[in-house]
């Protein structure tokens, strides 16, 4: 199975702040990596798919990059709507897995 | 509006079975690859099991393999999973998605089940 890591595991930040969240992969995974948004009690909420194409409806704040191993979430100046959970997952080939979450928080 | 309402949850005992619903509307639901995603706080998110828009294709997880089973009925745009012999380990809330673009596009609310004597 592959398997994702996360980094960090939770970050404190500013609203305004640019925040960068890292997702390796086990093994290459080409660019069939995706970012999700869980806010708490609520589903996860897809924002960038193929590693860097924005999901309709999501604010051009998110932005995704990376190929291979290494991928990075950007949110160019965080807003008070986007403190949450974030989640990487890849869909190389089954199992599908995703990575453990990265917690933004209200510095 | 595209919604997914999963329902079926429950508490059931070490070894007993439920199944769980997904209804879904405000799409072409039989051209849509369906799956089911769990999450618990220990484990996160773990994706559980995927079928085609036709049903004819189906994959699972290895910890749910010849357990559950995912099934579909296009006439009533409502998606299943026939859970089996479960297992403390299956205690978790229960999602829906939609698979599109490689990705788990829309998803429902969630359905908390829960193993346990």
Same mark, same amino acid.
């Given at each position: 199975d592959i398997q994702m890591t996360q980094s960090p595991s939770s970050l404190s930040a500013s609203v305004g702040d640019r925040v960068t969240i890292t997702c390796r992969a086990?093994?290459?995974?080409?660019?069939y990596l995706n970012w999700y948004q869980q806010k708490a009690a609520k589903a996860p909420k897809l924002?960038?798919?193929?590693? /860097?194409s924005l999901q309709s409806g999501?604010?051009?704040?998110f932005s995704g990059s990376g190929t291979g191993t290494d991928f990075t979430l950007t949110i160019s100046s965080l807003q008070p709507e986007d403190f949450a959970t974030y989640y990487c997952q890849h869909s190389? /080939?089954?199992?599908?897995t995703f990575g453990q979450g990265t917690k933004v928080e209200i510095k | 509006e595209v919604q997914l309402v999963e329902s079926g949850g429950g508490l059931v005992q070490p070894g007993g079975s439920l199944r769980l619903s997904c209804a879904a509307s405000g799409f072409t639901f039989s051209n849509s690859g369906m799956t089911w995603v769990r999450q618990t706080p220990e484990k996160g998110l773990q994706w559980v099991s995927a079928i085609s828009g036709s049903g004819t294709l189906t994959y699972y997880a290895d910890s749910v393999k010849g357990r559950f089973t995912i099934s579909r009925d296009n006439s009533r745009n409502t998606l299943y999973l026939q859970m089996n012999s479960?297992?403390?380990?299956?205690t978790a809330v229960y999602y829906c998605a939609i698979k599109f673009h490689d990705a788990f596009d829309t998803w429902g609310q969630g359905t908390v089940v829960t193993v346990s004597s």
């Open positions: 086990s093994q290459n995974i080409g660019n924002l960038i798919y193929a590693a /860097s999501v604010p051009s704040r190389h /080939s089954t199992p599908w | 479960l297992r403390a380990e299956d």
